[in-house]
């Protein structure tokens, strides 16, 4: 079966498939642009799929191979249940990226995607060539609120108050008001989670504490933050920029999305960076 797609550019545009990891839970994934170019990932946000990338194909497929995946417990790939770990979900990355016979990468994590990133910079140094930490942090608290919200999705889940919850912290007042068409594709996913997923992966972000690690990523990393971000705070991405040796921080007038909130500024920032 052919899974690629070519564009009028030149350009491959790839299909969703699936590998299914050493503990059994299958992992989406998608491949654009040609195979001869360096591989970027990108790795998401809690909550989202590997959609939430798509303003940044048309700008970055020219350059480079994009392997965009959904983490465990998100989108369409499965949601075992239980607590999640930073570390599993990182052996889920390195999983596919020998599946697929690829042993290095750039690598630009948002979010939970950034935990993921950090944790995979430290234990696996040599997949990675640049790094980019985009609106994370080394530990995010207090953990009753993430006990919170596990227990009541584990117990009487109601994702349209999750819902609610994700956007307002993800976007600007002024696009939530105005019904920008950017936003309603994340709503779509957010109500088609599943809560088993988002509470093991809740679990996972609150276990997560890469403070005294983030001294020994060696990678050139380019942190990138938001200046209205009410999730991963400004001091947050700081705190990256300063504890990780090599590291370059751009605070752009963002909340939590800025790829989604601002295409253009995050593109030519992540752009400027890896060429």
Known sequence: MNNT????????SGQQQYFTTGDGVRIAYQLDGNAGNP?????????????????????FSPYFRILRFDTRGNGASGAPAGDYSLS???????????????????????????FIAQYIATHAPERINKLILAHTAAHLGPEEGFNNNIRSLRQHPDMAAFENMFIRNWFPAAMIDAEDPRIAPFRKVILAMS?????????????GDLRKTAPLIPHQTLVI???????????HSAFLAVAIPDARLVMLPAVHLSNVELKETFNQTVLEFLQ
């Open 39 to 59: 591989v970027l990932v990108f790795s998401n946000s809690i909550a989202t799929n590997y959609h939430m990338w798509d303003a940044q194909i048309a700008a």
């Open 5 to 12: 797609l070519s564009t009028a550019a030149g350009v491959i």
């Open 88 to 114: 599993r979900m990182s052996l889920d990355v390195i999983a596919l990226l020998d599946h697929l016979g690829i042993e290095r990468v750039h690598f630009l994590g948002l979010s939970l995607g950034g």
């Open 225 to 235: 933050g938001g200046d209205d971000d009410t999730v991963t705070l400004p001091e």
């Open 195 to 207: 809560p088993t997923g988002l509470a093991g992966s809740f679990a996972a972000v609150r276990d």
